[in-house]
């Protein structure tokens, strides 16, 4: 774990946090608008998300995202293997909901809803609004199949768009 407790020294604003200081993951994921982001400075991108798991595995603090073939986030989680999963305060619905719906395929969507990309000393993208960054390397991925899931889930998947199960180690967390 030779990466971890690296912050964002340019940032002084930013608290380290041990991952068992988290707050409910349930309530983060269901309640709260969490943005996964993923890649380096000047080429990455962010996506909101809503499913996710935090607990430990093999030994270590980890988190669980969910990411559609169709998400262009997660070529850069895939190209680059780090990825960080920001909380924001409920002000930033309006610019979350359009980071949702928009992709960055189709041009800068941070710039159009003012949301301002700041980096971590790893590299990661994180943002100057958010109230809580958690930064993980991706430890292992598996891509979903209709085999494998049950017939009662099935319906998320009727345009055949599965999602990556990304199992990220938990680096750094960082509050405000």
Not at 94 to 119: C, N, Q, W
Not at 138 to 162: A, F, G, I, Q, S
Request: charge should be negative; include cysteine; hydrophobic fraction near 40%.
């Amino acid at each position: 774990m030779e990466e971890r407790n690296l912050i964002n020294q340019a940032n002084r604003l930013w608290m380290a946090l041990d991952p068992t200081e988290v707050k409910n993951a349930v309530e983060l994921f269901d309640k709260d608008w969490m943005v996964l982001a993923a890649g380096k400075q000047g080429d990455f991108n962010a996506m909101t998300i809503s499913w996710g798991q935090m607990g430990e595995l093999w030994g270590k603090p980890i988190i669980t995202v969910f990411v559609r073939d169709s998400r262009y986030t997660k070529e850069f989680i895939d190209k680059y293997g780090h990825f960080t999963v920001n909380a924001f305060p409920d002000t930033y619905r309006k610019a979350l909901s359009y980071i949702g719906r928009h992709s960055g395929r189709d041009g800068d969507k941070f710039s159009v809803v003012d949301l301002h990309p700041e980096f971590t000393d790893l590299g990661n993208p994180m943002f100057r609004e958010s109230t809580l960054c958690i930064e993980c390397r991706t430890m292992y991925k598996h891509r979903m199949t209709k085999e494998e899931l049950p017939v009662d889930v099935l319906h998320w998947y009727e345009d055949n768009d599965l999602h990556t199960m990304y199992i990220g180690e938990i680096l750094n967390v960082m509050k405000r």
